[in-house]
């Protein structure tokens, strides 16, 4: 039998991909870090608890009819477990609940979705700060609300999701105060009355809950500081001039218990990084994605990137590429109906990226706020590096620890390429990706003797792909 196709990732896209696969009997194996499928939009409670959803903004039965797929015979899921390596394109390296090993595979699909893009300003390590991914996550994913004053400032549709999803939980939001000046966003939003009407209905609904909550929705403002002893206590928001920053002048302080921020996401490209995919920046993510062909295959053949990890689009543009990328796996053409609606919410999804445009991770920073939490690094310290000198964040990482804590960079580098205003000519000049893409037990990497050496991802694979070791085969 043929080996399966290997899917990275249980969110909206990579399930989207496995029901379009399964259909056609396909073999699949979806591999996912969490103990429940349905990534960050379908996030549910634990199995044991129960709740009422209907405070949350998602589609149940939409992600019933997704996550059907894993019933199906030709699919084989594997949840809270890591990919944390590859040997070559076609063999995945995991380690987690299922075990440790290798899995062979006909063709890789990266379904990583995104994160929350770190935003460092004074007081952005108190505690009582979270991000709006992260707030979500406690309400969807462990049936939490935050008690107290809650302010939320940021910028994106995904502020007034949060927003929205903390007033039907019951909890005291005091103020949303939106980057970005109203004026920008009404040209996206009459469009997407023809190409997206229901995104666009949808964040009606959200913004109605506020009014009738008499929550104020303010609009070119962003955080500039918070403050507390031990514990968030009060919050300073200032005016965005022209130039994006928030002003001297006009700035005022509110009292806050909980201080909740989202300046846009950026995807989590990771993992095709360490494949070997060409990349390209996207000033609009603040970030980079896969080069990705009109069928979303990256420049190595057979792995093709889809979702918020390629870009970031939303539930239904997911859906969309999944399907999409699956069809192409298969060698069947996309209907016309379904390629028109996907290229209506492309459309729609880049001119929302243009409009919203988050502000550069290092707006609201100054010299003495902590970039990198994991090692404690000051921006005034990495500023004034010698080593920020080359132009090279390896050089900086090597002799600052930079990106070397438990996040593996992901709450610093984005600040840092900024710092460095990196082109996308000079991609080269970022950390390279190396392996685990995630913290793995050493018991799990021992119980993988391959692991013992694994080769850079642009080092040519030696490794024979049927005499790979504890490999999972779809026979």
């Known amino acids: 039998?043929?080996?399966?196709?290997?899917?990275?990732?249980?969110?909206?896209?990579?399930?989207?991909?496995?029901?379009?696969?399964?259909?056609?009997?396909?073999?699949?194996?979806?591999?996912?870090?969490?103990?429940?499928?349905?990534?960050?939009?379908?996030?549910?409670?634990?199995?044991?608890?129960?709740?009422?959803?209907?405070?949350?903004?998602?589609?149940?039965?939409?992600?019933?009819?997704?996550?059907?797929?894993?019933?199906?015979?030709?699919?084989?899921?594997?949840?809270?477990?890591?990919?944390?390596?590859?040997?070559?394109?076609?063999?995945?390296?995991?380690?987690?609940?299922?075990?440790?090993?290798?899995?062979?595979?006909?063709?890789?699909?990266?379904?990583?979705?995104?994160?929350?893009?770190?935003?460092?300003?004074?007081?952005?390590?108190?505690?009582?700060?979270?991000?709006?991914?992260?707030?979500?996550?406690?309400?969807?994913?462990?049936?939490?609300?935050?008690?107290?004053?809650?302010?939320?400032?940021?910028?994106?549709?995904?502020?007034?999701?949060?927003?929205?999803?903390?007033?039907?939980?019951?909890?005291?939001?005091v103020g949303v105060f939106e980057a970005q000046r109203s004026s920008r966003l009404?040209?996206?939003?009459?469009?997407?009355?023809?190409?997206?009407?229901?995104?666009?209905?949808?964040?009606?609904?959200?913004?109605?809950?506020?009014?009738?909550?008499?929550?104020?929705?303010?609009?070119?403002?962003?955080?500039?500081?918070?403050?507390?002893?031990?514990?968030?206590?009060?919050?300073?928001?200032?005016?965005?001039?022209?130039?994006?920053?928030?002003?001297?002048?006009?700035?005022?302080?509110?009292?806050?218990?909980?201080?909740?921020?989202?300046?846009?996401?950026?995807?989590?490209?990771?993992?095709?990084?360490?494949?070997?995919?060409?990349m390209q920046t996207a000033p609009d993510l603040n970030g980079t994605v896969p080069e990705r062909s009109a069928t979303l295959e990256t420049s190595v053949a057979g792995v093709y990137a889809v979702g918020d990890g390629a870009g970031i689009g939303g539930v239904k543009v997911a859906i969309a590429e999944g399907h999409i990328a699956a069809l192409a796996i298969l060698n069947q053409p996309v209907p016309l109906g379904a390629a028109a609606s996907y290229r209506r919410l492309d459309r729609f999804r880049r001119q929302l990226n243009l409009a919203y445009q988050s502000p550069s991770p290092l707006t609201a920073a100054t010299a003495d706020t902590i970039i990198c939490r994991c090692e404690a690094l000051r921006l005034a310290e990495l500023q004034n590096h010698p080593a920020l000198k080359s132009g090279n964040l390896n050089a900086l990482k090597t002799a600052t620890r930079l990106s070397m804590g438990r996040c593996q960079g992901r709450n610093c580098l984005p600040s840092i390429s900024h710092l460095l205003s990196l082109p996308s000519e000079n991609l080269s000049a970022r950390p390279r990706v190396r392996p685990p893409l995630r913290p793995v037990p050493l018991y799990q990497l021992a119980a993988d003797k391959d692991a013992i050496r694994v080769r850079e991802p642009d080092e040519p694979s030696t490794q024979k792909k049927e005499n790979a070791h504890d490999s999972y085969r779809a026979d």
């Open 1 to 173: 039998m043929e080996d399966p196709v290997v899917i990275i990732g249980a969110g909206p896209a990579g399930l989207s991909c496995a029901r379009t696969l399964a259909k056609a009997g396909r073999p699949v194996v979806i591999i996912d870090e969490n103990n429940q499928p349905g990534g960050q939009y379908f996030r549910q409670l634990p199995e044991p608890f129960t709740a009422d959803y209907k405070h949350l903004p998602h589609d149940i039965p939409g992600f019933q009819s997704l996550s059907g797929v894993l019933e199906h015979a030709a699919v084989r899921y594997l949840r809270a477990t890591t990919v944390w390596s590859c040997t070559s394109p076609q063999q995945v390296a995991y380690a987690g609940s299922a075990g440790s090993g290798r899995v062979n595979a006909s063709a890789v699909v990266l379904a990583t979705g995104a994160q929350d893009m770190p935003f460092p300003f004074p007081g952005w390590t108190l505690p009582g700060v979270i991000s709006a991914g992260g707030c979500l996550n406690m309400i969807k994913g462990q049936g939490l609300v935050p008690e107290g004053r809650i302010v939320i400032a940021g910028n994106g549709p995904l502020v007034l999701v949060t927003a929205a999803s903390l007033v039907a939980a019951g909890a005291n939001v």
């Open 186 to 278: 009404i040209p996206p939003v009459l469009k997407g009355l023809f190409s997206a009407p229901n995104i666009v209905s949808q964040a009606i609904s959200y913004r109605a809950k506020l009014m009738k909550a008499r929550v104020p929705l303010h609009f070119k403002r962003m955080i500039t500081q918070a403050e507390g002893t031990g514990q968030l206590g009060r919050v300073t928001l200032g005016h965005v001039g022209a130039n994006g920053k928030p002003e001297q002048n006009g700035r005022h302080s509110i009292d806050a218990d909980v201080l909740v921020t989202g300046y846009g996401l950026i995807p989590g490209a990771e993992p095709a990084r360490l494949f070997g995919c060409k």
